[in-house]
């Protein structure tokens, strides 16, 4: 059953932006294409219109679905935005565009801002992808789950479960290492936004089943633990000006160092799977498995500020 009126023309809105998060400019720019002059001269974001280009621009765009509003908190942004991807409309209030989309893409990656913005488009009943971390508290996945069960329209991910690299290995196909006993994978930035990327790369490949985090780290350097029923333990750390480094699958038969490249094809398949739910109201990832990956972004922030304490899920 279709979540929205006409499948083959779904008008969306964009929220965004916050500190160091440019996907208004790129997720726009897979549905809309670009302003290739603007794009690549201008826009804050220099990876962005390094990866768009490398595409063929007659190539770009998800059919039967367009960006037709965006609103950021400032509206300098949005301007910007809307010129760089080719959005036609700008909205000061979030709320002005309900009645005029069908779907709305909050693009925004601090968790904790994520309710209050969700909260109008709730009430009326619009659909919505919610980028990653859905949440970074209790309280708030508390909310997002009530929300849910009373019939809101929600799916949230981080892109990195759609990463082409992890194609061969997805839901435990790990025959070329064996049994899996650890797996690591390394970040820059804050657990609190880039945490979420190492977990769903990570959730991706060994399903669900994590029962306990522990992050013996600091704001700025996070070493994290985890632990999965499935007898293997998987480290991610998170460090401020890290470089980043392959993810690996260590087993009792061999190694695998996965480098994950193709942001462009990682990030245009999360969008297409939102457009899929819009017209089939089939959830790409079920509801209990980013449930229990906000568990751990915040099981993660919990630890760090008691010292490292073993948080149980």
Request: charged letters at 25%; proline letters at 5%; aromatic letters at 10%.
């Amino acid at each position: 059953m279709a979540l929205v009126k006409n499948i083959d023309n779904i008008r969306l809105g964009i929220l965004g932006m916050t500190e160091g998060n440019g996907h208004p400019y790129s997720w726009s720019a897979m549905f809309n294409k670009y302003n290739k002059e603007a794009m690549t001269a201008e826009c804050p974001f220099p990876v962005i219109p390094v990866y768009l280009n490398k595409e063929d621009y007659d190539s770009i765009g998800i059919p039967g679905a367009k960006i037709e509003f965006i609103c950021c908190d400032d509206r300098k942004d949005a301007e910007h935005v809307a010129k760089c991807s080719l959005i036609p409309n700008i909205v000061d209030k979030p709320e002005d565009m309900i009645g005029k989309v069908d779907a709305v893409i909050i693009a925004t990656d601090i968790g904790s801002e994520h309710v209050e913005r969700a909260k109008p488009f709730i009430e009326a009943g619009i659909p919505l992808f919610i980028d990653k971390p859905l949440c970074d508290n209790r309280e708030d996945l508390e909310f997002f789950k009530n929300a849910r069960a009373n019939g809101a329209k929600i799916i949230s991910s981080s892109s990195m479960r759609y990463c082409k690299e992890l194609l061969p290995y997805l839901n435990g196909h790990f025959n070329e290492v064996g049994k899996p006993r650890l797996i690591t994978y390394s970040m820059p930035k804050k657990w609190e936004t880039y945490g979420i990327h190492a977990l769903e790369a990570v959730f991706a490949l060994t399903g669900p089943g994590f029962v306990s985090i522990r992050n013996v780290g600091s704001l700025r350097r996070n070493i994290v633990h985890l632990k999965h029923k499935n007898d293997f333990d998987v480290v991610i750390s998170n460090i401020y000006d890290f470089c980043g480094a392959p993810l690996t699958i260590q087993g009792t038969a061999g190694t695998v160092a996965i480098n994950i490249q193709d942001s462009y094809f990682a990030f245009r398949t999360q969008l297409v799977k939102f457009i899929e739910y819009l017209r089939t109201e089939v959830e790409p990832v079920p509801f209990s498995h980013t449930e229990e990956l906000m568990k751990l972004v915040i099981g993660g922030i919990e630890s760090r500020a008691q010292n490292g304490k073993e948080i149980m899920l």
